[in-house]
Protein backbone atom coordinates (compact mmCIF):
# COMPACT_ATOMS: atom_id res chain seq x y z
CA UNK A 1 0.00 0.00 0.00
CA UNK A 2 1.88 3.34 -1.20
CA UNK A 3 1.13 6.92 -0.08
CA UNK A 4 2.58 10.39 -0.56
CA UNK A 5 5.23 10.53 1.81
CA UNK A 6 4.37 14.36 2.46
CA UNK A 7 0.82 12.93 3.61
CA UNK A 8 2.01 10.44 6.02
CA UNK A 9 1.62 11.22 10.06
CA UNK A 10 3.33 9.34 12.51
CA UNK A 11 0.92 7.24 15.10
CA UNK A 12 1.91 4.90 17.94
CA UNK A 13 0.02 2.52 19.94
CA UNK A 14 1.04 0.15 22.98
CA UNK A 15 -0.98 -2.91 23.91
CA UNK A 16 -0.12 -5.97 26.40
CA UNK A 17 0.31 -8.60 25.11
CA UNK A 18 2.84 -12.05 25.76
CA UNK A 19 3.63 -11.21 29.24
CA UNK A 20 5.01 -7.92 28.01
CA UNK A 21 4.25 -4.50 26.24
CA UNK A 22 4.05 -4.20 22.47
CA UNK A 23 4.31 -1.10 20.54
CA UNK A 24 3.31 -0.32 17.39
CA UNK A 25 4.51 2.85 15.57
CA UNK A 26 3.39 3.46 11.81
CA UNK A 27 3.03 6.09 9.05
CA UNK A 28 -0.59 6.49 7.81
CA UNK A 29 -2.77 9.10 6.19
CA UNK A 30 -5.10 9.71 8.70
CA UNK A 31 -5.95 8.51 12.06
CA UNK A 32 -8.93 6.05 10.44
CA UNK A 33 -6.55 4.35 8.63
CA UNK A 34 -3.59 4.34 11.34
CA UNK A 35 -6.63 2.88 13.68
CA UNK A 36 -7.51 0.17 11.53
CA UNK A 37 -3.76 -1.41 11.36
CA UNK A 38 -3.49 -1.14 15.04
CA UNK A 39 -6.29 -3.53 15.28
CA UNK A 40 -5.22 -5.67 12.90
CA UNK A 41 -1.38 -5.78 14.25
CA UNK A 42 -2.44 -6.35 17.75
CA UNK A 43 -5.13 -8.87 17.16
CA UNK A 44 -2.31 -10.94 15.13
CA UNK A 45 -0.16 -11.09 18.02
CA UNK A 46 -3.26 -12.19 20.03
CA UNK A 47 -4.03 -14.89 17.59
CA UNK A 48 -0.58 -16.06 17.63
CA UNK A 49 -0.36 -16.15 21.47
CA UNK A 50 -3.41 -18.20 21.52
CA UNK A 51 -1.49 -20.59 19.85
CA UNK A 52 2.00 -20.53 20.98
CA UNK A 53 1.97 -19.61 24.77
CA UNK A 54 2.96 -22.40 27.44
CA UNK A 55 1.15 -20.10 30.15
CA UNK A 56 -2.44 -21.02 28.04
CA UNK A 57 -3.26 -24.76 29.60
CA UNK A 58 -5.55 -24.98 26.33
CA UNK A 59 -2.77 -23.33 23.69
CA UNK A 60 -1.61 -25.78 20.83
CA UNK A 61 1.88 -25.73 21.57
CA UNK A 62 1.01 -27.12 25.09
CA UNK A 63 -1.34 -30.33 23.42
CA UNK A 64 1.63 -31.25 21.86
CA UNK A 65 2.83 -34.90 22.79
CA UNK A 66 4.25 -38.59 21.83
CA UNK A 67 1.17 -38.67 19.05
CA UNK A 68 1.47 -37.16 15.91
CA UNK A 69 -0.48 -34.46 15.68
CA UNK A 70 -1.79 -32.05 12.97
CA UNK A 71 -0.73 -28.43 14.15
CA UNK A 72 -0.99 -24.81 12.54
CA UNK A 73 0.71 -23.49 9.62
CA UNK A 74 2.67 -21.15 11.37
CA UNK A 75 3.39 -23.55 14.56
CA UNK A 76 5.01 -25.85 12.09
CA UNK A 77 6.99 -23.09 10.89
CA UNK A 78 8.69 -21.65 14.19
CA UNK A 79 9.46 -25.13 15.53
CA UNK A 80 11.00 -26.21 11.76
CA UNK A 81 13.87 -22.98 12.07
CA UNK A 82 14.01 -23.68 15.86
CA UNK A 83 15.47 -27.50 14.64
CA UNK A 84 17.76 -25.18 12.37
CA UNK A 85 19.15 -22.82 14.96
CA UNK A 86 19.45 -25.74 17.29
CA UNK A 87 21.49 -27.76 15.32
CA UNK A 88 23.66 -24.69 13.81
CA UNK A 89 24.25 -23.94 17.84
CA UNK A 90 25.08 -27.86 18.79
CA UNK A 91 21.77 -27.68 21.19
CA UNK A 92 22.70 -24.27 22.83
CA UNK A 93 19.24 -23.15 21.60
CA UNK A 94 16.89 -25.66 22.29
CA UNK A 95 12.73 -24.93 22.93
CA UNK A 96 12.18 -28.25 24.28
CA UNK A 97 13.57 -26.72 27.66
CA UNK A 98 9.79 -26.35 28.72
CA UNK A 99 10.80 -28.82 31.70
CA UNK A 100 13.62 -26.45 32.68
CA UNK A 101 11.88 -23.28 32.17
CA UNK A 102 9.02 -24.69 34.26
CA UNK A 103 11.23 -25.44 37.24
CA UNK A 104 12.73 -21.95 37.14
CA UNK A 105 9.22 -20.09 37.01
CA UNK A 106 9.06 -22.29 40.34
CA UNK A 107 12.50 -21.17 41.99
CA UNK A 108 13.03 -25.18 41.88
CA UNK A 109 17.02 -26.64 41.17
CA UNK A 110 17.33 -28.71 38.51
CA UNK A 111 16.68 -32.35 38.22
CA UNK A 112 18.12 -35.32 36.12
CA UNK A 113 14.36 -36.19 35.18
CA UNK A 114 13.22 -32.42 33.45
CA UNK A 115 17.08 -32.46 32.20
CA UNK A 116 16.45 -35.52 30.61
CA UNK A 117 13.26 -34.38 28.56
CA UNK A 118 15.83 -31.30 26.77
CA UNK A 119 16.37 -32.82 23.89
CA UNK A 120 15.62 -30.84 20.35
CA UNK A 121 16.73 -34.26 17.88
CA UNK A 122 13.32 -35.82 19.99
CA UNK A 123 11.06 -33.31 18.22
CA UNK A 124 9.76 -34.46 15.07
CA UNK A 125 8.32 -32.58 12.18
CA UNK A 126 6.87 -34.22 9.18
CA UNK A 127 4.08 -32.96 6.69
CA UNK A 128 2.61 -30.74 9.09
CA UNK A 129 3.01 -33.26 11.64
CA UNK A 130 4.46 -32.39 15.37
CA UNK A 131 5.26 -35.12 17.93
CA UNK A 132 7.88 -35.78 20.45
CA UNK A 133 9.72 -39.24 20.95
CA UNK A 134 10.12 -39.05 24.96
CA UNK A 135 6.92 -38.49 27.01
CA UNK A 136 6.87 -35.55 29.41
CA UNK A 137 8.75 -33.39 26.88
CA UNK A 138 7.52 -28.99 26.87
CA UNK A 139 7.90 -26.87 24.16
CA UNK A 140 8.66 -23.42 25.33
CA UNK A 141 9.18 -20.25 22.45
CA UNK A 142 9.64 -17.71 24.91
CA UNK A 143 12.93 -17.27 23.00
CA UNK A 144 11.75 -17.01 19.38
CA UNK A 145 7.86 -16.31 19.91
CA UNK A 146 7.96 -13.33 20.42
CA UNK A 147 10.14 -12.32 17.38
CA UNK A 148 8.07 -14.67 15.46
CA UNK A 149 4.53 -12.71 16.61
CA UNK A 150 6.29 -9.30 15.58
CA UNK A 151 7.14 -10.71 11.98
CA UNK A 152 3.36 -11.29 11.63
CA UNK A 153 2.11 -8.10 13.07
CA UNK A 154 3.92 -6.02 11.06
CA UNK A 155 2.43 -7.60 7.62
CA UNK A 156 -0.66 -7.49 9.54
CA UNK A 157 -1.01 -3.63 9.19
CA UNK A 158 -0.86 -3.29 5.81
CA UNK A 159 1.34 -0.27 5.87
CA UNK A 160 4.86 0.41 4.05
CA UNK A 161 5.87 1.99 7.47
CA UNK A 162 5.99 -0.04 10.33
CA UNK A 163 7.90 -0.78 13.35
CA UNK A 164 6.79 -3.22 16.20
CA UNK A 165 8.50 -3.56 19.31
CA UNK A 166 7.98 -6.37 21.71
CA UNK A 167 10.46 -6.44 24.98
CA UNK A 168 13.44 -6.78 23.52
CA UNK A 169 12.44 -7.82 19.54
CA UNK A 170 11.95 -5.25 17.36
CA UNK A 171 10.65 -5.27 13.77
CA UNK A 172 11.20 -2.69 10.93
CA UNK A 173 9.34 -2.71 7.79
CA UNK A 174 10.14 -0.23 5.56
CA UNK A 175 11.52 3.38 7.36
CA UNK A 176 10.02 6.41 8.20
CA UNK A 177 9.27 8.96 5.61
CA UNK A 178 12.74 10.75 4.11
CA UNK A 179 14.32 8.00 6.02
CA UNK A 180 16.84 5.17 5.07
CA UNK A 181 15.57 3.43 7.96
CA UNK A 182 14.32 3.18 11.79
CA UNK A 183 16.88 4.46 14.14
CA UNK A 184 16.48 2.19 17.52
CA UNK A 185 18.52 1.46 20.37
CA UNK A 186 19.68 -2.38 21.20
CA UNK A 187 21.69 -2.92 23.90
CA UNK A 188 23.09 0.50 24.05
CA UNK A 189 23.99 0.57 20.20
CA UNK A 190 22.21 2.61 18.07
CA UNK A 191 21.14 0.99 14.27
CA UNK A 192 19.28 2.22 11.47
CA UNK A 193 17.25 -0.92 10.24
CA UNK A 194 14.99 -0.90 7.06
CA UNK A 195 12.96 -4.02 6.54
CA UNK A 196 15.08 -5.95 9.14
CA UNK A 197 14.66 -6.82 13.00
CA UNK A 198 16.93 -6.85 15.70
CA UNK A 199 16.37 -8.89 18.85
CA UNK A 200 18.25 -8.53 22.34
CA UNK A 201 18.82 -11.40 24.87
CA UNK A 202 19.51 -10.24 28.34
CA UNK A 203 18.45 -11.01 31.89
CA UNK A 204 18.06 -7.19 32.74
CA UNK A 205 14.91 -8.06 34.47
CA UNK A 206 13.97 -11.71 34.70
CA UNK A 207 16.00 -13.25 36.94
CA UNK A 208 15.65 -14.12 40.55
CA UNK A 209 18.45 -13.89 43.76
CA UNK A 210 19.74 -17.49 46.01
CA UNK A 211 22.94 -17.13 48.88
CA UNK A 212 24.42 -14.32 46.76
CA UNK A 213 23.93 -15.83 43.51
CA UNK A 214 21.76 -14.24 40.32
CA UNK A 215 20.36 -17.15 38.40
CA UNK A 216 18.88 -15.62 34.45
CA UNK A 217 15.60 -16.52 33.34
CA UNK A 218 18.34 -17.86 30.06
CA UNK A 219 19.00 -21.33 30.63
CA UNK A 220 21.70 -23.45 28.50
CA UNK A 221 19.85 -26.27 27.48
CA UNK A 222 23.25 -28.67 27.19
CA UNK A 223 23.16 -28.42 30.87
CA UNK A 224 20.39 -27.64 32.54
CA UNK A 225 21.87 -24.59 34.55
CA UNK A 226 20.90 -20.80 34.90
CA UNK A 227 23.11 -18.61 33.46
CA UNK A 228 24.78 -16.50 36.33
CA UNK A 229 26.26 -13.77 34.17
CA UNK A 230 25.60 -10.48 32.95
CA UNK A 231 25.47 -9.58 29.29
CA UNK A 232 23.21 -8.43 26.43
CA UNK A 233 23.29 -9.55 22.96
CA UNK A 234 21.90 -8.24 19.97
CA UNK A 235 21.58 -9.54 16.74
CA UNK A 236 20.19 -8.23 13.60
CA UNK A 237 18.65 -10.23 10.83
CA UNK A 238 16.26 -10.05 8.14
CA UNK A 239 13.22 -10.57 10.37
CA UNK A 240 12.40 -11.16 14.26
CA UNK A 241 12.09 -14.62 14.20
CA UNK A 242 15.89 -15.39 13.22
CA UNK A 243 16.61 -12.51 14.79
CA UNK A 244 15.29 -13.51 18.25
CA UNK A 245 16.39 -16.95 18.06
CA UNK A 246 19.63 -16.08 17.35
CA UNK A 247 20.61 -13.69 20.22
CA UNK A 248 19.76 -16.00 22.52
CA UNK A 249 21.62 -18.98 20.93
CA UNK A 250 24.99 -16.42 21.00
CA UNK A 251 24.25 -15.55 24.33
CA UNK A 252 24.27 -18.73 25.86
CA UNK A 253 27.09 -20.34 23.79
CA UNK A 254 29.23 -17.14 23.64
CA UNK A 255 29.36 -18.64 19.56
CA UNK A 256 29.26 -15.14 17.52
CA UNK A 257 30.09 -17.41 14.43
CA UNK A 258 26.48 -18.73 14.57
CA UNK A 259 24.48 -15.71 13.29
CA UNK A 260 26.32 -15.63 9.74
CA UNK A 261 25.04 -19.01 8.89
CA UNK A 262 21.61 -17.72 8.78
CA UNK A 263 22.70 -14.51 7.15
CA UNK A 264 22.26 -12.49 10.19
CA UNK A 265 25.28 -10.80 12.45
CA UNK A 266 25.86 -10.13 15.46
CA UNK A 267 25.74 -6.09 16.87
CA UNK A 268 26.35 -6.17 20.52
CA UNK A 269 27.64 -8.74 23.01
CA UNK A 270 30.52 -11.02 22.21
CA UNK A 271 33.97 -9.29 20.62
CA UNK A 272 31.04 -7.18 18.77
CA UNK A 273 32.10 -3.72 17.39
CA UNK A 274 29.87 -1.26 15.53
CA UNK A 275 33.43 1.43 15.09
CA UNK A 276 31.44 4.24 16.63
CA UNK A 277 28.88 4.96 13.80
CA UNK A 278 25.45 4.06 13.54
CA UNK A 279 25.57 0.66 11.26
CA UNK A 280 22.53 0.46 9.11
CA UNK A 281 21.16 -2.94 7.59
CA UNK A 282 18.05 -3.43 5.13
CA UNK A 283 16.89 -6.94 3.95
CA UNK A 284 18.23 -8.12 0.37
CA UNK A 285 15.88 -6.66 -2.18
CA UNK A 286 14.56 -3.89 0.32
CA UNK A 287 15.23 -1.01 -1.43
Not at 65 to 91: D, Q
Request: one cysteine or more.
Amino acid sequence: MAWNANKLSRFEAVEPHMGTLVGITLYAANPAMAKAAFERGFARIAALNRLFSDYLEDSEVNALSTTPRKVSRELYEILRFAREVSRASNGAFDVTIGPLTRLWRQKLPLTPEAKALVDWQALRLERGRVWFTKPGMKVDLGAIGKGFAADAAARACELDNVLIAASGDIVCRGAPPGESGWRVQAAGVTLRLRNAAVSTSGDARQYFERNGVRYSHIIDPRSGLSMTTQLEVSAVARNGMTADALATAVRVSGDTSIPKRFGAQVVAGPTASTGGHPPEFAAPGSD
